[in-house]
DNA sequence: ACAAAGTGTTAGGTTTGCCTTACATTAATA
DNA sequence: TATTAATGTAAGGCAAACCTAACACTTTGT
């Protein structure tokens, strides 16, 4: 039974994500760094890679700095979309905290639907573009 | 280490929101019709089984219903509230369907902050008490 | 009441993802 | 450059959740 190229565990995911955030910022990133920032142990990290390596997202040798490849930079924004998109939504339209929004979203970027996800940055835009009902929302919920 | 009483897997929340759906419908509830909601063998659904009643969170005994504690319905209902809460902003607020709306509140209400969730329920009352926001976004996500 | 159907458990496996320990390799610095 | 610090990997384990197969017990239906 091959595995199935088109989804990561979100485990996996994680990875990714962490590893394109730093390709972002130009910061270069090794297995030690990974393991600092996801709080696993390095033997775990070198595990992932591996599995990351086999499914051709990342080139990386030892002591070097990891790199996503096209398809990595793909499921990486896939997911980073996700997670931006729930962050939002949470902050801007739920008036939650951003580091709460941000937790939600790191958990729930991995299992919601493409639909509801979608759905989402509709509302959020629409919400935007019609600013009153959320200022009346905002002062509901400051009210209690 | 002693397992932390106050939490249960995701696994074991959706067999006891399952067992707890039942009760509410006075439906009598075996091992095995717990297999086939679940989608999961006979064996697995014995041994799950078991550690609900070693958390004293049903009682059961071999070939009899199965029902749960006081203990237990408060953690179903913690569950279950979770659950319809999402199924409602993601059906009423998001307009998406019935079903999708529970798939997705299915995997989530395992891991979303209670305090997401209150801002939710807040914002879906919110909503009903101002209608014409609502019809409007739905005429927007409809014209696409 | 007894065979057939349904239900439950046990034993033994698999997979995934993590761990620690120990060791190897590379990089940094005194 | 010679240590020391940092990094990476391999081996061996563990725990959770699932599985199948085999067997035991209970319920049902003729």
Same mark, same amino acid.
């Given at each position: 039974? *091959?595995?199935n190229s088109k989804t990561l565990s979100s485990g996996l995911e994680d990875y !990714? $994500?962490? !590893?394109y955030i730093a390709q972002l910022k130009n910061l270069p990133l090794k297995g030690a760094d990974l393991a600092r920032q996801l709080c696993v142990s390095r033997a775990s990290v070198s595990e992932a890679l591996a599995k990351l390596v086999a499914k051709k997202? !990342? *080139?990386y040798n030892s002591y $070097? *700095? !990891?790199s996503l490849t096209q398809l990595g930079i793909e499921f990486a924004q896939n997911v980073y979309n996700k997670h931006h998109t729930l962050k939002m939504f949470f902050e801007q339209v739920l008036f939650i &905290?951003?580091?709460e &929004?941000? $937790?939600n979203a790191c958990k729930i970027e991995h299992i919601i639907s493409q639909n509801v @996800?979608?759905?989402m940055t509709e509302f959020t835009e629409f919400c935007r573009q019609n600013e009153k009902? @959320? *200022?009346e929302f905002k002062k509901e919920i400051t009210r209690k």
């Amino acid at each position: 039974m *091959t595995k199935n190229s088109k989804t990561l565990s979100s485990g996996l995911e994680d990875y !990714i $994500e962490t !590893i394109y955030i730093a390709q972002l910022k130009n910061l270069p990133l090794k297995g030690a760094d990974l393991a600092r920032q996801l709080c696993v142990s390095r033997a775990s990290v070198s595990e992932a890679l591996a599995k990351l390596v086999a499914k051709k997202l !990342i *080139t990386y040798n030892s002591y $070097e *700095t !990891i790199s996503l490849t096209q398809l990595g930079i793909e499921f990486a924004q896939n997911v980073y979309n996700k997670h931006h998109t729930l962050k939002m939504f949470f902050e801007q339209v739920l008036f939650i &905290a951003p580091d709460e &929004a941000g $937790e939600n979203a790191c958990k729930i970027e991995h299992i919601i639907s493409q639909n509801v @996800l979608n759905r989402m940055t509709e509302f959020t835009e629409f919400c935007r573009q019609n600013e009153k009902f @959320l *200022t009346e929302f905002k002062k509901e919920i400051t009210r209690k």
